[in-house]
C-alpha cells in the first residue's frame, strides 16, 4: 500500500487545489481497491510462509527483516502528506 | 536420497501447517461459531422479527405499485404533511407491509445551543414510522386490540450481533471479529493445503469410531461448504477493509489535499468542513451513484403526484419492481423522487433513478466518464454475495445451510482438539486444566449458544409487552441462558454435559411453536391453513431443530449407555 502512494503518478498531489478531481478520485478509489482485495492475499501468504519456516532465524532473514527495511525505503519516498498521517 | 528429500518437503510442508491450522483454528473458534451463528440466524432477519411482533395481521396480498404509493403518500400527508423527507419502502415476498418514514434533517442553526442529549430527542421528534396495509393503504389492525407491535430487538439484532458482539466498546468488538476472520482466513487456506483426499473425505463417514467420526464430520462440514466458506470470510473482511487499513481511505483524501483531522474528528458529515463534505458529496455521486441530494431552496411549490411519476418511470422504463421511493424537500421547488430499485449480485442497493419532484422529468445525470475497474467490480460482487440481499428463497436457504455448515466445522474442528488431548491424558493418566476448559467452553458454546438464542425467543414473549426496556432484557435473557449453561458445562460431570445441554436445547427449541400458540394468534394450526409461510416457516424450523437437537441427545445417550454396559462387563469379567 506504502509502496503504490511512493509511486503514485504526481499529478495527482497536483489536484490538491479547490477544485475536485473526479477522475483522479475514481482513479485513486480502483487502485484502492486493488490493493485492499489483495491484501488479505498477500497477508494469507505471508503468515504461511512465516509459520512453514523452521526457525525463526529464516522467518525474520527472509520476509520480515527485509519487509521492514522495505517499509522504511518507502516511508522516505512518500509525499509529506502521507508521511504526516504516519508520524505519531 | 534424493527421492527422500523430493517427498520430504511437501511432507514438512503439511506438517506444519497443520499444527498451524490446528492452533489457529482452535483460538478463535468460540468467536468465530458465535459470529457464524448469528450471522446465520441473520438472513432470516426480517422473518425473526416478524415472528417477534405477533401482534402483526396477516398480510393481505399487494395492490400494484402505482396504487400502493399513491396510498402510502395520501397517508404520509396526513400523518407528516410538513417533514422534509419521506421514505415508502414497498412490500416484498419476506416483508409484506407497506413501510412509510418522515424526518427532517436539523439544520446547525437548529442544534446550537443545545446538548447530544436534546439534539437527539429533537432529531426523534421530527421523525416517525408506520406500518400500512398493502392493501387499504391503511394503518394495521394489530391483533389482540394491541395499538402497536411490540418493541423487539428482533432478528435484526442478531444479525448485528455478528459484526458488533454485544456488551463489548465498539472498536474493541470491530477488532475482535476482524482478528478472527484473518485466523479464519489462515485457518481455510491450510485445511486446504493439508487435505490430502478432499473428493475422497467427501463420501467418508466412520461412524463407528468417534474420533474418526468427528475428524469426517469436520472434512464433510468442510468440504461441503467450502467456496461457501472462503467467500464469506474474504468478503466478510472487505467490510473492514477501511478499519483495517484505514491509511486506505485517509492517505488519498490527504494527497487531494482534503482535511483528514476534520474528517476523522467530526462525528457526522454535517460537522465537516466544506471541503470535506464537496468530497463526499463527489464520491457519493460518482462512485456510489447515490442520487445528490439538494438544500431546499425555500421557495414553496407543490410537489408533483406520486402515481404520476411512477405512471412515468412505467412508461419509460417497464413495469419494474421498486424496493423503495424517497421524496427529499417536499413542496420545495427543489424537490426530488427518487426510486430505488432491489439490489442484484453484480449492482449495489442504490441502483437508482430520480425524478424532478416538480416537473417529473427524469433528471439525467451528467456522464462523469468515470469508469469503475474490474476490481472495483468484484469488490461490489464479493459484498453483495456476503450480505445475500439479492437472493430469492432457495438460495436465501442454501445461505441458511452453508452458515450452519460452517458453524458445524467449526464445532466438530474444536470438539476433535479437545477429544484428541483427552485420549492422550488418559493414557497418561494425567489431567489438564486447559483441556478441560476447552471441553466446558466446547459444550457451553456449541450448544449453550443455541440454548441462549432459543431464551432470547422465550424472552420475547414472555417479558410483558408494555415493559419500557424490554429490547434489551430480550438481548440479557439470550446471554444469560448462556452463562448458565457454561457454569453447568463447568460443574456438571463432562460425560452428562453434552446429552444434557442437547436435551434442554431440544426442549427449548420445540416449544416455541406452543408458545407461539398460547401468546399469538399466527400458530402453526392458523399460519398452515392460511399459508402464512413467514409465521409456519418459523415455526417448522424450530420443530426440525429440536429435532436434531433430541437426535444428538438420543445419540449421546445410547454411546453412555454402551460404555456403562462395556465398562460393568468388563469389571464383571475381571472378578471372575
Known amino acids: 500500500m506504502l509502496l503504490f502512494f511512493a509511486l503514485v503518478d504526481k499529478e495527482l498531489i497536483a489536484t490538491a487545489s479547490d477544485d475536485i478531481n473526479v477522475l483522479a478520485i475514481a482513479s485513486v478509489f480502483n487502485s484502492m481497491t486493488t490493493i485492499g482485495l489483495s491484501s488479505f492475499l498477500i497477508y494469507s501468504a505471508a503468515a504461511i510462509w512465516v509459520f512453514h519456516c523452521d526457525s525463526a532465524k529464516l522467518a525474520w532473514s527472509s520476509l520480515m527483516l527485509p519487509s521492514l527495511a522495505g517499509l522504511c525505503l518507502i516511508y522516505l519516498q512518500l509525499p509529506p502528506a502521507i508521511q504526516g498521517l504516519l508520524s505519531p | 536420497m534424493t527421492t527422500n528429500s523430493k517427498t520430504d518437503k511437501p511432507r514438512r510442508f503439511r506438517q506444519s501447517m497443520t499444527a498451524l491450522h490446528t492452533w489457529i483454528g482452535l483460538l478463535p473458534s468460540w468467536i468465530l461459531y458465535f459470529i457464524f451463528i448469528t450471522g446465520t440466524a441473520g438472513y432470516f432477519d426480517s422473518e425473526i422479527n416478524q415472528w417477534m411482533q405477533p401482534e402483526l395481521p396477516i398480510a393481505g396480498p399487494p395492490k400494484d405499485q402505482t396504487t400502493m404509493l399513491a396510498m402510502a403518500e395520501q397517508e404520509l400527508y396526513q400523518q407528516a404533511p410538513d417533514a422534509e423527507h419521506w421514505i415508502i419502502e414497498l412490500p416484498n415476498e419476506r416483508e409484506p407491509y407497506l413501510h412509510i418514514y418522515w424526518e427532517t434533517h436539523l439544520t446547525k442553526a437548529d442544534k446550537e445551543g443545545l446538548s447530544e442529549e436534546e439534539v437527539e430527542a429533537k432529531r426523534e421528534a421530527l421523525q416517525g414510522d408506520l406500518l400500512l396495509d398493502p392493501q387499504s393503504g391503511k394503518p394495521l389492525n394489530y391483533s389482540g386490540k394491541a395499538e402497536k407491535a411490540r418493541d423487539t430487538a428482533g432478528g435484526d439484532t442478531l444479525y448485528r450481533m455478528h459484526y458488533r458482539l454485544r456488551y463489548l466498546p465498539d472498536g474493541f468488538a470491530r477488532n475482535l471479529v476482524i482478528l478472527a476472520s484473518l485466523f479464519m482466513l489462515i485457518a481455510l487456506i491450510t485445511g486446504i493445503i493439508i487435505h490430502k483426499n478432499i473428493f475422497k473425505d467427501f463420501f467418508r463417514f466412520r461412524k463407528d469410531k468417534p474420533l474418526r467420526a468427528l475428524l469426517d464430520g469436520h472434512n464433510i462440514f468442510s468440504v461441503f461448504s467450502l467456496p461457501f466458506q472462503l467467500m464469506i470470510t474474504y468478503s466478510g473482511l472487505l467490510f473492514f477493509l477501511s478499519s483495517i ?23 457526522s458529515i454535517e460537522e465537516m468542513s466544506e471541503k470535506n463534505q464537496a468530497l463526499i458529496k463527489v464520491v457519493e ?8 441530494e439538494l438544500e431546499p431552496s425555500g421557495k414553496k411549490v407543490d410537489t408533483i403526484s406520486l402515481e404520476l411519476v411512477a405512471q412515468r418511470l412505467i412508461s419509460e422504463q417497464g413495469e419494474r419492481k421498486i424496493d423503495e421511493v424517497t421524496i427529499d424537500n417536499i413542496g420545495d421547488s427543489n424537490a426530488r423522487v427518487a426510486f430505488f430499485f432491489p439490489s442484484e449480485i453484480d449492482s449495489s442497493a442504490s441502483t437508482n433513478i430520480v425524478y424532478d419532484g416538480v416537473s417529473g ?17 468484484v469488490d461490489t460482487v464479493m459484498r453483495n454475495l456476503h450480505e445475500g440481499l439479492f437472493a430469492p428463497p432457495l438460495l436465501r436457504w442454501l445461505y441458511f445451510i452453508s452458515g450452519l455448515m460452517g458453524a458445524g466445522m467449526i464445532a466438530t474442528g474444536s470438539i476433535l482438539w479437545s477429544a484428541k488431548r483427552r485420549r492422550q491424558l488418559e493414557q497418561r493418566q494425567a489431567k489438564h486444566i486447559g483441556v478441560s476448559l476447552v471441553e466446558a467452553l466446547n459444550a457451553a458454546t456449541v450448544i449453550g449458544l443455541p440454548i441462549g438464542v432459543a431464551a432470547f425467543f422465550w424472552a420475547n414473549r414472555i417479558i410483558p409487552a408494555q415493559l419500557e426496556s424490554r429490547v434489551e432484557w430480550e438481548v440479557h435473557s439470550m446471554f444469560i441462558a448462556w452463562a448458565i449453561m457454561f457454569v453447568h ?49 418459523f415455526d417448522l424450523c424450530m420443530i426440525a431443530i429440536a429435532g436434531l437437537f433430541f437426535a444428538i441427545a438420543l445419540k449421546l445417550h ?19
Open chain 2, 245 to 267: 487499513m484505514p491509511l486506505l481511505i485517509f492517505a488519498p483524501v490527504a494527497m487531494m489535499g482534503f482535511d483528514v483531522e476534520n474528517m476523522r474528528s467530526a462525528r
Open chain 2, 285 to 292: 455521486e460518482h462512485i456510489f451513484k447515490l442520487p445528490v
Open chain 2, 361 to 377: 422529468e427524469q433528471i439525467v445525470k451528467e456522464d462523469s466518464g468515470i469508469e469503475l475497474s474490474a476490481v472495483t467490480e
Open chain 2, 489 to 537: 458445562a463447568l460443574l456438571q460431570n463432562k460425560s452428562r454435559v453434552w446429552f444434557e445441554q442437547c436435551l434442554i436445547a431440544a426442549i427449548a427449541f420445540a416449544l416455541l411453536p406452543l408458545l407461539n400458540g398460547l401468546t399469538g394468534e399466527r400458530h402453526l394450526l392458523n399460519s398452515l391453513p392460511q399459508k402464512d409461510w413467514i409465521m409456519a416457516g
Open chain 2, 558 to 576: 445410547k454411546r453412555q449407555a454402551d460404555k456403562a454396559t462395556a465398562h460393568s462387563a468388563s469389571q464383571l469379567s475381571q472378578g471372575a
